[in-house]
Nanobody
Framework: QVQLVESGGGLVQAGGSLRLSCTAS????????MGWFRQAPGKEHEFVAA????????MYADSMKGRFTITTDDAKNTVYLQMNSLKPEDTAVYYC????????????????WGQGTQVTVSS
C-alpha cells in the first residue's frame, strides 16, 4: 500500500503562485511514478504532470507547460507542484497520484490517490 497526503492548497488571486506538496509513505512507494491531476466541478479528472523519483523524467499536460513545474525531494519522500501565473480556470481540487506505469499515469491508470487539496483562483 502507498499513502499520499497532499497539502498547500488555498485561495490565491489570478497571477499568483502556489506550491502543492504530496508526501508519500508505504514500503513500496518508490516503485511508483508520481503525478498530479485536477478536477473542477462537473468535470472529469484532468492530468497535470508526472515525474519519477529522482526527477529524471517529467511530463506535462500541454496547457500546464511553462506555468507548472513538478519536482521531487527524495530525502523527504515528497513531490511538489509549483504553480505560477495562476488563472481562475485553474480552480479545482488537485490530487496526487501514484502509478506503477509512468507512461500510463496520464490516462489515468493510477494505483493510489491522495485525498485532494482545493485550489481556488480568484479573478
Amino acid at each position: 500500500q502507498v499513502q499520499l497526503v497532499e497539502s498547500g492548497g488555498g485561495l490565491v488571486q489570478a497571477g499568483g503562485s502556489l506550491r502543492l506538496s504530496c508526501t508519500a509513505s508505504g514500503r513500496t512507494f518508490r516503485k511508483y511514478a508520481m503525478g498530479w491531476f485536477r478536477q473542477a466541478p462537473g468535470k472529469e479528472h484532468e492530468f497535470v504532470a508526472a515525474i519519477v523519483w529522482g526527477g529524471y523524467k517529467t511530463m506535462y499536460a500541454d496547457s500546464m507547460k511553462g506555468r507548472f513545474t513538478i519536482t521531487t525531494d527524495d530525502a523527504k519522500n515528497t513531490v511538489y507542484l509549483q504553480m505560477n501565473s495562476l488563472k481562475p480556470e485553474d480552480t479545482a481540487v488537485y490530487y496526487c497520484a501514484a502509478a506503477y506505469s509512468y507512461e500510463k499515469l496520464p490516462i489515468p491508470e493510477v494505483d493510489f490517490w491522495g485525498q485532494g487539496t482545493q485550489v481556488t483562483v480568484s479573478s
